[in-house]
T-cell receptor
């Protein structure tokens, strides 16, 4: 099993550009989520999904969109990048339909918005 | 929503000494409390977790305690070693499908 795979590992964008961060898991996990990590602020939940076709907002959803068309994939879209979105992004999944079990994290995407 | 506060933000200990990190949570309905360790440049990884029906849990040199009445929980690392140097995050899960993290504690073990 590859676990949770995130691409790309690094990305530089200009303000106003859009892009998609990819996340895929091969563990048949129902729960998937996106977090952003900023210095001194821990991990903040952006969006999450409890199964294919079901998504919901976390703490900091503004400026981001998600969809879950398959169990395996949970892409995160930045609609119009802003410098405030400079961060490290982690995708995480759990085998239950909620986050009350071990989360498996991807290796992260370091995003810089200029 | 849930609010998790974590203290201290940095902790420096001598190798062999103990380290204690404390967290408080706001939602009395929270029932799952994991701890994650993140080494520099790596992904967070679960090191121990506790559920609300248990007061204490141990796994070798690490232990977690939970006080539901006071709404706080703590991570204890005994006999610290250089490989324990990392950022540690506490988290709390309530019934809204969300896991809320504390801001993290940077632990440095001095040789």
């Amino acid at each position: 099993n590859a676990g949770v795979t995130q691409t790309p590992k690094f990305q530089v964008l200009k303000t106003g550009q859009s892009m998609t961060l990819q996340c895929a898991q091969d563990m048949n996990h129902e729960y998937m989520s996106w977090y952003r990590q900023d210095p001194g602020m821990g991990l903040r939940l952006i969006h999450y999904s409890v199964g294919a076709g079901i998504t919901d907002q976390g703490e900091v959803p503004n400026g981001y969109n998600v969809s879950r068309s398959t169990t395996e994939d949970f892409p995160l879209r930045l609609l119009s990048a802003a410098p405030s979105q400079t961060s490290v992004y982690f995708c995480a999944s759990s085998y239950s339909d909620r986050a009350s079990e071990k989360l498996f994290f991807g290796s992260g995407t370091q995003l810089s918005v200029l | 929503g849930e609010n998790v506060e974590q203290h201290p933000s940095t902790l420096s200990v001598q190798e062999g000494d103990s380290a204690v990190i404390k967290c408080t949570y706001s939602d009395s309905a929270s029932n799952y409390f994991p701890w994650y360790k993140q080494e520099l440049g790596k992904r967070p990884q679960l090191i121990i977790d506790i559920r609300s029906n248990v007061g204490e849990k141990k796994d070798q040199r690490i232990a977690v305690t939970l006080n539901k009445t006071a709404k706080h929980f703590s991570l204890h690392i005994t006999e610290t070693q250089p490989e324990d140097s990392a950022v540690y995050f506490c988290a709390a899960f309530s019934n809204d499908y969300k896991l809320s993290f504390g801001a993290g504690t940077t632990v440095t073990v001095r040789a």
